[in-house]
């Protein structure tokens, strides 16, 4: 069972900046597929970005250009960067392993407010 645990939540300006890590128990963790998904108030869970084993990087329109998407395979943690971020950037940001099943981690709370 692997377990990942998400940080780095907050309130931040828009316009500002947050990184968002998310750690995980797993030997086997370079061959996850890993994906942050976000869900607003109200609204549906939706995916953010992703990165593949081999690094691959893909991101959901909303938020090319202004989110990375990033791993250490050797920490055995996921990162976000989120620059410019926007007020309808708010929502709680979940981490997601896959690989032989799916993993979630407990969510961070993003409040993006002036």
């Known amino acids: 069972q692997v377990q990942l645990v998400e940080s780095g939540g907050g309130l931040v300006q828009p316009g500002g900046s947050l990184r968002l890590s998310c750690a995980a128990s797993e030997i086997f963790f370079r061959y996850y597929v890993l994906e942050w998904y976000r869900q607003a108030p109200g609204k549906e869970r939706e995916l953010v970005a992703r990165?593949?084993?081999?690094?691959?990087?893909s991101y959901a329109d909303p938020v090319k250009g202004r989110f990375l998407i990033s791993r250490d395979n050797a920490e055995d943690t996921m990162y976000l960067q989120m620059n410019s971020l926007k007020s309808e950037d708010t929502a709680v940001y979940y981490c997601?392993?896959?690989?032989?099943?799916?993993?979630w981690g407990q969510g961070t709370q993003v409040i993006v407010s002036s």
């Open positions: 997601k392993a896959t690989w032989h099943g799916d993993f």
């Open positions: 990165i593949t084993a081999d690094g691959i990087t």
